[in-house]
T-cell receptor, first 113, second 114 residues
Framework: DTGVSQDPRHKITKRGQNVTFRCDPI?????LYWYRQTLGQGPEFLTY????????KSRLLSDRFSAERPKGSFSTLEIQRTEQGDSAMYLC???????????FGAGTRLSVL | KQEVTQIPAALSVPEGENLVLNCSFT??????LQWFRQDPGKGLTSLLL?????REQTSGRLNASLDKSSGRSTLYIAASQPGDSATYLC?????????????FGTGTLLAVQP
């Protein structure tokens, strides 16, 4: 499969626990995005990487959230001390400089109990 | 700040009908507008992308139009099929910055009844 891959697909955790999600973009795609989608809403931008550099972070990304993209390949999104309000679908997308199309992964659905 | 709105929120039609989904945006300085399809519990699939200089794009039974001056885009689906049932999202990409982040509407949930 050469698409954007996200792992895990589903994560159930208790409030206060830390969770980490992984995104593997399409090979050679240098741009990587994280979005969050809550039930009945459209995705909202969280953060953007160009290669290994994190160039923009949304105000939605509180200090409990951190994202990395070491070596400009896969990316991880960590949420510390999860809250029930963090329950959502976390989507990753990648694109190539010069192309406007973002390719999305299937997402990681987080449920915080 | 760009805001994107989609109406209706939900739509149910019998198989074979032609239908139109609407998308409105507040900032006309868009670079492009995309329509996506999302199946339940799944990620997004890009359907059509219209550049700001274009008026419409077609792919099979789908036709998307863009009117920047009025801040509107429509997605026309011809001869709808049960397999078209999904949530349809539009997203605007604005000029400025290097991020190319998409601003999404809340989506239209389409059900095509056999």
């Amino acid at each position: 499969d050469t698409g954007v891959s996200q792992d895990p697909r589903h994560k159930i955790t208790k409030r206060g626990q830390n969770v980490t999600f992984r995104c593997d973009p399409i090979s050679e795609h240098n741009r990587l995005y994280w979005y969050r989608q809550t039930l009945g809403q459209g995705p909202e931008f969280l953060t953007y990487f160009q290669n290994e550099a994190q160039l923009e972070k949304s105000r939605l990304l509180s200090d409990r959230f951190s994202a990395e993209r070491p070596k400009g390949s896969f990316s991880t999104l960590e949420i510390q001390r999860t809250e029930q309000g963090d329950s959502a679908m976390y989507l990753c997308a990648s694109s190539l400089t010069g192309s406007d199309i973002q390719y999305f992964g299937a997402g990681t659905r987080l449920s915080v109990l | 700040k760009q805001e994107v709105t989609q109406i209706p929120a939900a739509l149910s039609v019998p198989e074979g009908e032609n239908l139109v989904l609407n998308c409105s945006f507040t900032d006309s300085a868009i670079y492009n507008l995309q329509w996506f399809r999302q199946d339940p519990g799944k990620g997004l699939t890009s359907l059509l992308l219209i550049q700001s200089s274009q008026r419409e794009q077609t792919s099979g039974r789908l036709n998307a139009s863009l009117d920047k001056s009025s801040g509107r885009s429509t997605l026309y689906i011809a001869a709808s099929q049960p397999g078209d049932s999904a949530t349809y999202l539009c997203a605007a990409l604005n000029y400025g910055g290097a991020t190319n982040k998409l601003i999404f509407g809340t989506g239209t949930l389409l059900a095509v009844q056999p």
